[in-house]
């Protein structure tokens, strides 16, 4: 949807930083009946795992360094990108990295858009055992747009996850966001 140019931008600023484009790794996608019957689509990537409520189809992207997911049932889509660092990343570089990605990802939002076109919250950020963390939400009213990003940086990796939903309640798609997000896991 609208990540692609945030993508080229963010590549180009990540290689200032020694990160390099991912090389193609293996996905497991399997679908599975959780206890209370309905369908999940587990994925199990070298670098990250999700769970994704329902059936979901895969499409990689940019040799591999983007995930695209897309919901069967709904207008739904989670876009995973993967920017693995080229040399291990010291507690300083590592917040510089996630500040100034969380940055850029946030004005990619609004790019080319007048401010009162998007709604977002602030970030809310974290760290736990070397891992940063930011997560913040988002509206498009116009286009009954919704987004939610999940941004990790690791000593190795930035990872962004950014879900989308088009026409859901936002009650609904903050939900949905919570599960899908909640569940997200890198593999370090």
């Keep these: 949807m609208r990540t692609t140019n945030f993508i080229f931008l963010l590549m180009g600023i990540l290689s200032i930083f020694g990160c390099s484009k991912p090389k193609p790794k293996e996905t497991t996608v399997s679908q599975k009946e959780t206890t209370i019957s309905k369908k999940e689509t587990a994925v199990f990537e070298k670098a990250f795992g999700i769970t994704l409520p329902g059936e979901w189809s895969r499409r990689s992207e940019d040799g591999g360094s983007r995930i695209v997911f897309s919901s069967s049932a709904t ?21 510089s990295t996630f500040n100034q990605v969380m940055e850029l990802r946030r ?46 940086c690791s000593s190795s990796l930035v990872a962004t996850f950014y879900y989308e939903a088009i026409g859901l309640p936002q009650s609904e798609a903050d939900e949905r966001a919570n599960a899908i997000l909640g569940s997200a896991k890198l593999n370090e």
Aim: hydrophobic residues 35%.
């Design 75 to 95: 207008h739904e889509q989670l876009t995973v990108s993967l920017m693995p660092s080229s040399t291990r990343m010291d507690p300083a570089l590592r917040l």
């Design 107 to 152: 004005q990619a939002e609004t790019h080319g858009l007048p401010p009162s076109a998007i709604k977002m919250t602030a970030p809310s950020v974290s760290e736990m055992s070397g891992i940063h963390s930011g997560r913040y939400s988002g509206s498009e009213p116009a286009s009954q747009r919704r987004f939610t990003c999940l941004l990790f």
